[in-house]
Nanobody, 116 residues
Framework: QVQLVESGGGLVQPGESLRLSCAAS????????MGWYRQAPGSQRELVAS???????NYADSVKGRFTISRDNAKSTQYLQMNSLKPGDTAIYYC??????????WGRGTQVTVSS
């Protein structure tokens, strides 16, 4: 069974950093696009960052220069390094691994709260 296990979320103060991890198991994901989405109260779920099998990355304008997505295919794990966190980054963050049209897997979500 495919499973996505997230870790690294929590409560931090503005300006601090967090690193989210998403470990996938149950298949070989080298050919999948990996990414992170987030959803804040009253907002739609939005793409935060993604990384293709070839290493091409894409970021939401709101996080460019602050967040970095990476992947370790040997560990079937993706990471989201979040620096200079702001209260506006507060959201539930969801891990996603996909290979359309056949596969689209989601984590359960992890809460990131940025507050004083």
């Amino acid at each position: 069974q495919v499973q996505l296990v997230e870790s690294g979320g929590g409560l931090v103060q503005p300006g601090e950093s967090l690193r989210l991890s998403c470990a996938a198991s149950g298949s070989n994901f080298n050919g999948y696009t990996m990414g992170w989405y987030r959803q804040a109260p009253g907002s739609q779920r939005e793409l935060v960052a993604s990384i293709t099998p070839g290493g091409n990355t894409n970021y939401a304008d709101s996080v460019k220069g602050r967040f970095t997505i990476s992947r370790d295919n040997a560990k079937s794990t993706q990471y989201l390094q979040m620096n200079s966190l702001k209260p506006g980054d507060t959201a539930i963050y969801y891990c996603n691994i996909r290979k359309r049209p056949w596969f689209d897997y989601w984590g359960r979500g992890t809460q990131v709260t940025v507050s004083s």
